[in-house]
């Protein structure tokens, strides 16, 4: 079992940015993909970015796509989401996830974190 913890999380206007990070324990992530979701108030879950094993391969969502950014650090067990010129909409809980499957991580998830919030105020 993986456990994932989110940080980085936090109020800020509209136009600044944001990292959050996502700490894997537990069961190694070796192999593992990795994603960000967000959930805000009264919508459903949406995914946002997702990051292969290696890194090589990145996909995003187009709300986000231009202003997110996602990184791992393998040797770290972390991976992190860059969020740049950032919007009122874009407030939301931000949760990560990990699991063996690419699909799954744009899909419907693996391990999950708790979450951290994001609010940008307008």
């Known amino acids: 079992q993986v456990q994932l913890v989110e940080s980085g999380g936090g109020l800020v206007q509209a136009g600044g940015s944001l990292r959050l990070s996502c700490a894997a324990s537990?069961?190694?992530?070796?192999?593992?993909?990795m994603g960000w979701f967000r959930q805000a108030p009264g919508k459903e879950r949406e995914f946002v970015a997702a990051?292969?094993?290696?890194?090589?391969?990145?996909v995003y969502a187009d709300s986000v796509k231009g202003r997110f950014t996602i990184s791992r650090d393998n040797a770290k067990n972390t991976m992190y989401l860059q969020m740049n010129s950032l919007k009122p909409e874009d407030t939301a809980v931000y949760l990560c996830?990990?699991?063996?499957?690419?699909?799954?991580?744009?899909?419907?998830?693996?391990?999950w974190g708790q979450g951290t919030q994001v609010t940008v105020s307008s």
């Open positions: 996830t990990a699991d063996p499957s690419w699909r799954k991580v744009q899909t419907t998830g693996g391990s």
């Open positions: 990051i292969s094993w290696i890194s090589s391969v990145t």
């Open positions: 537990g069961r190694t992530v070796s192999g593992y993909a």
